[in-house]
């Protein structure tokens, strides 16, 4: 029998070693913390974020080809893997459809967590807690010319493997038991690494116009803008003590983060603080009779906010709208639909939802996962370049990137499938 071994117990390591199983293979799932799945557990404020309801492939982050990510992606349609989850894990999803996102019913992290490792040893994986990889060492062909793979563990002891599936996860949230070390080994064994980097993390701004206004939360669009990249999100954003936070920070933050890396070119961030554009506000902003600014802008902002707004405008809050004059109606046009928003840092990986960067895309096959650099190794999960925005989009890529290479690593005749697919 086929023997897969499967480091990390995370969302698409598990997946992976459930699809080991089931395609007939000895699968043996290895998780250094005692429990796994600990970020399935945090995700979604305790709730899991599955999946996203609607999937917009373009809104995928990569430094690789484009075209090789939506061929991973399309791979398993969003509507057979929530068959998935509703019929074999056993955990009804619902939409929350203002965010299109799919939560479990019972809005637990945990039964989506359970019920993937109960999955699992149904399907009859062997489960390791505990259990300390250290390296993965090629071994000699046997007298049939069949390679494979020798996994050393902490404790001194070591699997025999005809595959390996790693699935180790990145350097995000680091308390959750990652540590990189798949990556160390990854690059090791001759794979290259597009640079690392938090992704999904708060920004951070030193003492400023907004340090004031921490708690206060509200709906906005950002731009992100540097030479090499741009994105834009709408949704969430919350003043912190430290800066700000919310998914539309969240969501292009990347942007930022990558600015200050070694030969990053300086990031700009402007916010839209409400729905409205340019000709929005320039109607809102004519005479209506004895009307005063402060009243029109606090009734569309939080009070402190909308007196920090009018102040950056250099607009006297208690003018008559009818007084207004057409350059301060620019000026707060400017605040308004475009304003810049002062920023320092980033809040690093400790609070990164994912890691950007990691292994190209070019060096796996994309229908197996298979590495196109060492046989019989294949890749899942956060090792690889590629992160979505917040709202279960980061799970898809795990669980269908799981799936793939469990199929592909399970099958008794994977090496002659995955020969193939080079030539």
């Not at 938090?198 to 669009?221: K, Q």
């Not at 969430?236 to 990053?264: D, E, I, K, W």
């Not at 961030?269 to 320039?282: F, I, L, N, P, Y």
């Not at 046989?375 to 793939?404: H, K, M, Q, S």
Request: hydrophobic share 40%; charged share 20%.
């Amino acid at each position: 029998m086929r023997r897969v071994v499967v480091i990390g117990a995370g969302a698409a390591g598990t997946m992976a070693a459930i699809f080991a199983a089931r395609a007939g293979a000895q699968t043996t799932l290895l998780e250094r913390t005692k429990d796994g799945g600990r970020k399935i557990l945090i995700s979604g404020g305790g709730r899991c974020n599955v999946l996203p309801s609607q999937l917009d492939e373009s809104r995928y982050v990569t430094d690789s080809s484009p075209n090789t990510l939506r061929k991973i992606l399309r791979a398993w349609p969003l509507p057979e893997q929530r068959a998935f989850f509703e019929h074999d894990v056993g955990v009804p999803l619902e939409e929350e459809v203002e965010s299109r996102k799919l939560f479990p019913v019972s809005h637990k992290a945990r039964d989506v967590r359970d019920g993937l490792l109960s999955l699992a040893r149904e399907s009859g994986v062997s489960l390791h807690f505990d259990s300390c990889v250290t390296d993965l060492v090629r071994r000699t062909p046997d007298t049939s010319g069949a390679a494979g793979w020798t996994v050393q563990l902490q404790d001194g002891g070591a699997l025999p493997a005809d595959a390996v599936i790693v699935a180790t996860g990145g350097l995000s949230v680091p308390n959750t038991g990652s540590d990189g070390l798949g990556l160390r080994i990854l690059e090791r064994l001759g794979h290259s690494l597009h640079p690392t980097y938090a992704a999904l993390t708060p920004v951070t701004a030193d003492a400023g116009p907004y340090a004031a206004l921490a708690g206060i939360s509200l709906t906005v669009s950002l731009t992100a803008t540097s030479a090499e990249r741009s994105a834009r999100a709408r949704g969430g954003f919350l003043f912190t003590h430290r800066g700000y936070s919310g998914p539309s920070v969240l969501n292009v933050s990347h942007v930022p983060v990558r600015a200050q890396q070694p030969g990053g070119s300086p990031a700009s961030v402007q916010v839209q603080w409400t729905e409205h554009d340019d000709a929005a506000w320039t109607s809102r902003l004519q005479p209506q009779g004895s009307r005063q600014l402060s009243t029109v802008i606090r009734g569309e902002l939080p009070d402190r906010l909308a007196d920090m707004l009018m102040q950056q405008a250099k607009v006297d809050p208690a003018r008559k709208l009818a007084e207004l004059t057409r350059e301060e109606r620019r000026r707060l046009l400017d605040v308004l639909v475009r304003g810049p928003l002062p920023w320092s840092g980033d809040e690093g990986y400790k609070k990164a939802e994912v890691m950007g960067g990691g292994v190209p895309l070019s060096e796996i096959d994309p229908r197996s996962m298979e590495s196109r650099v060492q046989g019989g190794l294949y890749l899942c999960g956060e090792v690889l370049d590629c992160f979505g925005p917040i709202g279960g989009y980061n799970f898809l890529w795990a669980w269908v990137t799981g799936r793939a290479a469990g199929q592909a690593a399970g099958q008794a005749t994977g090496a002659m499938v995955s020969n193939t697919a080079r030539t």
